[in-house]
């Protein structure tokens, strides 16, 4: 997921519109696949402090079902604006503590001048993935039958109570 930012570096405010369908082979971690294609469209502009991305992701991504415990894919559409700047610009003292502002976060491009949307679209999918994902909004966990089981030697004892029970509705047992 490699484009080449060469032509945007040439002059501020120049743009480059983005379409691209290509696989993610990247982890998501535990029960998340991305299952086919990752769809990007958008547009990358420089802005003189770096190049920012924005637009649209759209990918489809098998999860567990936090309820049912079964597999379902379901098709998330992400809206991004992420900034990135040459990385042989990112610069921090090491003996200065820095405190982080919002023009910190950004991610960089690499000397070669191609810029790499790989990291960003898998944090982008793991940032709006469900803390607890459903498979339906109305799924529900269905309990088993319970089955009365008696044991064979206690059978006796459960014809006592059933006599005690229909003595004019009495429900007191009774020594013998």
């Given at each position: 997921?490699?484009?080449?930012?060469?032509?945007?570096?040439?002059?501020?405010?120049?743009?480059?519109?983005?379409?691209?369908?290509?696989?993610?082979?990247?982890?998501?971690?535990e029960e998340v696949v991305?299952?086919?294609?990752?769809?990007?469209?958008?547009?990358?502009?420089?802005?003189?402090?770096?190049?920012?991305?924005?637009?649209?992701?759209?990918?489809?991504?098998?999860?567990?079902?936090?309820?049912?415990?079964?597999?379902?894919?379901?098709?998330?559409t992400l809206d991004f604006e992420e900034r990135f700047i040459d990385e042989s610009q990112v610069f921090f003292p090491p003996d200065k503590d820095h405190e982080v502002q919002d023009d910190d976060i950004y991610f960089t491009y690499s000397s070669d001048l191609s810029l790499d949307f790989t990291e960003m679209i898998r944090e982008l999918i793991i940032l709006n993935l469900p803390i607890a994902p459903k498979c339906d909004i109305n799924c529900q966990v269905k309990e088993p039958e319970?089955?009365?089981?008696?044991?064979?030697?206690?059978?006796?004892l459960a014809k006592l109570k059933k006599k005690t029970e229909d003595c004019n509705g009495c429900t007191k047992e009774e020594d013998n």
């Open positions: 997921m490699k484009i080449d930012v060469n032509p945007l570096l040439a002059e501020v405010g120049v743009s480059l519109a983005i379409d691209f369908t290509e696989k993610l082979a990247v982890d998501l971690g991305v299952k086919g294609p990752v769809t990007v469209k958008g547009t990358i502009v420089n802005s003189g402090m770096g190049l920012i991305a924005s637009g649209k992701c759209i990918a489809s991504v098998s999860m567990e079902c936090a309820v049912c415990l079964k597999k379902f894919e379901e098709k998330l319970k089955k009365k089981t008696i044991d064979p030697r206690l059978a006796v």
